[in-house]
């Protein structure tokens, strides 16, 4: 069993790289990958610790894409970091995550939540990416909100009054980057986008065309139904399957690692193979192409 999206304290988990890598031995996993948020500072201290296991990994993170009226996720592994014209796009995410975290609190002081930047520091640290559910965490100890998910349903979801947009990639760049800095990019979480399956298939098959390699089609809580929808996904566009959790720890109550909520998931062990074999491959041909 394996878990390829996981999430530490170089982003919004609340477990350090060393702490998640424990984790997923505990949960007998044969291989795991941290998938950070726009960014994988995390992942050498995660990459020793989990092969200090016994655990296989390979480095990832993942994307925020823009896309209207839709959220849509794009995970990326096995690139090469150092890969300038990637940083910098990643460099521009970031600084607008920091531009929204800012306008968002402005929105809270006006409704009479009084949350500060080092609150919200308190919660996140001085690593990695600062992010929404740093501020709910901030709301919860300072009584505004009973836990995150109640924080996140008063104030900072979509259509909340402290809610605010902020820059994501397109797409065809984050693909585009990341297959030029030598790596592969999976689609996480379908169903989260909330497109309807037609408009999922559309949309898959226009990712597929900009050089999509993999769809995440185990993830926690998806119904055998929605699964094998994106199986056929996959075939129709030549897509291998991946998997994983969305392990955050605290700041995702009751989701565990490799196993999902109420053990309802199972990632083989072949999606993992299939996305080493890929970024083998993606590898090799950036080596080829910058000689």
Same mark, same amino acid.
């Given at each position: 069993m394996v878990d390829l999206h996981l999430h530490s304290t170089f982003s919004d988990g609340t477990l350090t790289p060393e702490a998640l890598a424990e984790a997923c031995s505990e949960a007998k996993l044969t291989a795991a990958v941290?998938?950070?948020?726009?960014?994988?500072?995390?992942?050498?201290?995660?990459?020793?610790?989990?092969?200090?296991?016994?655990?296989?990994?390979?480095?990832?993170?993942?994307i925020s894409a823009e896309v209207p009226k839709h959220?849509?996720?794009?995970?990326?592994?096995g690139f090469d970091p150092a890969y300038a014209p990637l940083e910098e796009e990643l460099q521009r995410i970031r600084k607008g995550r920091l531009a929204r975290n800012a306008e968002v609190l402005s929105?809270?002081?006006?409704?009479g939540c009084r949350i500060?930047?080092?609150d919200v520091m308190r919660e996140s640290g001085d690593v990695g990416v600062t992010a929404r559910p740093h501020i709910a965490a901030a709301l919860v100890r300072k009584g505004y909100a009973r836990d995150i998910r109640d924080a996140?349903?008063? &104030?900072l979801r979509r259509g909340a009054p402290a809610y605010a947009e902020r820059y994501r990639s397109p797409p065809a760049v984050c693909i585009r980057l990341v297959r030029e800095a030598g790596g592969v990019v999976v689609m996480a979480h379908p169903y989260q986008t909330e497109f309807t399956r037609e408009e999922l298939r559309e949309f898959v098959a226009g990712l597929a065309s900009e050089g999509l390699s993999g769809i995440e089609v185990h993830y926690t809580n998806y119904r055998e139904s929605q699964r094998d929808f994106l199986l056929q996904l996959a075939k129709e566009n030549?897509?291998?399957?991946?998997?994983?959790s969305d392990f955050h720890g605290e700041n995702k109550p009751n989701l565990f690692v490799g196993t999902g909520i109420d053990g309802n998931l199972m990632v083989p062990d072949s999606c &993992?193979?299939?996305?080493?074999?890929?970024?083998a491959k993606a590898a090799a041909d950036h080596s080829v192409s910058t000689h």
């Open positions: 941290l998938t950070d948020h726009d960014n994988s500072e995390g992942y050498e201290r995660f990459s020793e610790a989990a092969k200090a296991r016994g655990i296989h990994t390979l480095r990832g993170m993942e959220t849509v996720h794009l995970l990326a592994y929105r809270l002081s006006l409704i500060t930047p080092e996140f349903w008063r &104030y030549s897509l291998f399957a991946t998997g994983g &993992y193979e299939s996305l080493e074999a890929a970024c």
